[in-house]
């Protein structure tokens, strides 16, 4: 089985290398070329384009940061769909819109090829530890055939039905995320100014029912306000709960604090926050 794997970024390159690891004939390509240097050397074989990588390999992957940045690798002359062909497979593991998955899963038919959307749950960590949580929807035969390959990426793999429905999975997903984090900014700016010890807070907190594994990561950076090292880029949270308000209104359904929170990580972008890790945004609620 030969795999192609385009978006070697932050998420891209560690879910990449575990393919390398677990023996697979990878063929990679980013638009920067130090990410694709460094997996070179662990094995994989760097494409000179995105139709290179899709005409080299059976199933190609993409991980990209944006619906922008998808229709880039995507489309034109030397884009994925233009490599592809029947019995290929094409499976986006970015965060995008339901219109671009759409998109997605109509062009690559035309060619023959098969579609899956497959956006994960998790951040830097989780990449590199193959334990994230990726939700599938398209074509079933392309997941079956896939599966042990999101298996050496994912520790839970949900298969969600029709393309649409995995993207509408991650939003909502990331829309709970983004709340709970701004509560917990919110809660330890409180704890803070009442002259409490943010650290005693942290502990209530992670002994009762909202203990989580985001709060007990998150907590102590949040605390410490210094660095923001990038596990998840504050501007890509952004940009899902963008789309995540776009799919309310399509779908009529309020989402109340989701627009206010929508309006923080909006502030915090404006103050230049947007590539620190999404709790950066503590800093605009501490203001």
Not at 41 to 57: D, F, N, Q
Not at 237 to 257: C, I, S, Y
Request: proline content about 4%.
């Amino acid at each position: 089985m030969k795999i192609g794997f385009i978006g070697l970024g932050i998420m891209g390159s560690a879910m990449a290398a575990n393919l390398l690891r677990a023996g697979f004939d990878l063929t990679v390509w980013n638009r920067s070329t130090d990410s694709s240097n460094l997996l070179a050397g662990l094995g994989a074989t760097v494409a000179a384009s995105p139709r290179a990588v899709a005409e080299r390999t059976d199933f190609v992957i993409a991980m990209m940061a944006d619906p922008e940045a998808v229709k880039a690798v995507r489309s034109g002359s030397d884009g994925i769909i233009a490599g592809l062909s029947k019995g290929k497979g094409l499976i986006d593991m970015s965060t995008v819109s339901v219109e671009i998955s759409m998109e997605s899963a109509r062009l690559a038919h035309e060619t023959g090829a098969l579609f899956l959307e497959a956006p994960v749950a998790g951040s830097r960590k989780p990449a590199e530890d193959a334990s994230l949580t990726i939700m599938v929807a398209g074509d079933r035969p392309l997941y079956d055939s896939v599966l042990p390959l999101l298996g050496k990426m994912g520790k839970k793999i949900l298969y969600l039905g029709a393309t649409g429905n995995a993207t509408r999975m991650k939003l909502a997903n990331n829309l709970v995320m983004a709340g709970m984090l701004t509560a917990l900014c919110e809660g330890m700016a409180l704890a803070s100014q009442s002259g409490l010890d943010t650290a005693q807070l942290l502990e209530v907190l992670d002994s009762g029912a909202v203990s989580n594994p985001m709060f007990r990561l998150k907590g102590p950076q949040i605390a410490a306000n210094s660095e923001f090292p990038a596990a998840f880029p504050l501007k890509h949270m952004q940009k899902d709960l963008r789309l995540a308000l776009r799919l309310a209104e399509d779908v009529g359904q309020p989402l109340f604090a989701a627009s206010v929170v929508n309006e923080l990580f909006k502030a915090a972008l404006a103050e230049n926050l947007g590539d620190l890790d999404f709790s950066a945004v503590s800093r605009v609620i501490r203001k």
